[in-house]
């Protein structure tokens, strides 16, 4: 039997903007869906660090509970922001077309570059990537989503601010002072929205898997498995972006130091017939070239 597919989805502007993406992709397929915004606790509280709030999935959590509760059917993600392990119950139901992996510096002028400087984020992968190349600069915390971002920015007398270029494509808020960081390697499945599901809904699985990407999802399981071999959570300064070219895929990744002075990158290729535990045999290879011990100073110095 039919039924209306409710899409659960937190109510900023982009989040808003992905969700009813997902539901015009569902509605141009015959399915009847409803949108069902929530506040998630990563939107609420915007005066703490996300790393010090010690939760892993802040900006997923509460739909998490409002999907295992029967409040919404499905819920759609930045798949950045989903932690590697799901809730028991809840599943990976499809992986859309991957946007714009950049991040971008929004700036107000570049002299500061080659001098002192004050650059803003959220992230602490951009914070210890950006201190890894501007070590003299000073980087501090900003939170809220990406309309507010933008605004604090304007309002403070900092240099600038980093963001993923997708988000601002997304709801068209990119200005024209912008840089693109290309040195800078992204979030696991950065630019990737992800759409989840309870795990014994046939119905709605069945349906999104209309909507999979496959070289996308193949390049994100690859970034998170990496991530996930890493134990970095979501917190962890981790980059990680893997690419299709031909029949092979590229891969590069990357951890950081909290205060970007040590750096252990990979950089491998596989043919894509290979590609199973590719991430995590990357992993493996930063994790045994001092990685292990990195992670652990990194898990103490967060605490």
């Known amino acids: 039997m039919a039924k209306t597919i409710r899409i659960g989805t937190r109510d900023s502007e982009l989040a808003l903007w992905q ?69 028991k ?18 700036h107000k002028g570049l002299g500061f570059l080659e001098a002192d400087g004050v650059i803003a984020t959220g992230s602490l992968r951009r914070k210890a990537q950006w201190l890894h190349k501007y070590p003299k600069h000073d980087v501090v915390d900003l939170r809220g989503n990406v309309n507010t ?29 912008y840089i693109t960081l290309d040195w800078m390697i992204p979030a696991p499945a950065q630019g990737a929205m992800l759409v989840v599901a309870k795990e014994e809904d046939m119905f ?5 898997a209309n909507l999979n990407h496959e070289a996308s999802e193949i390049c994100v399981h690859i970034e998170r498995e990496f991530l996930r071999e890493l134990e970095g959570g979501c917190t962890a300064p981790i980059g990680a972006l893997a690419q299709i070219v031909e029949n092979t895929i590229q891969f590069k990744g990357a951890l950081f130091s909290l205060d970007g002075k040590h750096k252990i990158e990979i950089s491998e290729e ?34």
């Open 19 to 87: 969700a009813n993406m997902v539901q015009k992709k569902l509605t141009n397929l015959g399915y009847d869906t409803k949108l069902v915004p929530v506040k998630s606790t990563g939107d609420l509280v915007l005066d703490t660090p996300l790393y010090e709030l010690g939760i892993t999935g802040i900006f997923t959590k509460t739909l998490d509970v409002a999907m295992l509760n029967g409040e919404v059917d499905i819920a759609v993600h930045s798949m950045k922001d989903v932690p590697t392990a799901l809730p």
């Open 89 to 106: 119950g809840i599943v990976e139901a499809t992986v859309l077309e991957r946007a714009n992996v950049q991040d971008i510096l929004v």
């Open 149 to 177: 971002r933008m605004q604090k920015l304007t309002d403070n007398h900092w240099n600038g601010a980093i963001f993923a270029a997708a988000g601002l494509e997304r709801i068209n808020l990119k200005p024209e002072n």
């Open 204 to 208: 709605c699985l069945e349906a999104l």
């Open 270 to 303: 596989v043919s894509i017939d290979d590609a199973a535990s590719f991430g995590k045999r990357c992993a493996q290879k930063v994790l045994n070239n001092g990685g292990r011990e990195l992670m652990k100073e990194i898990k103490l110095n967060l605490k």
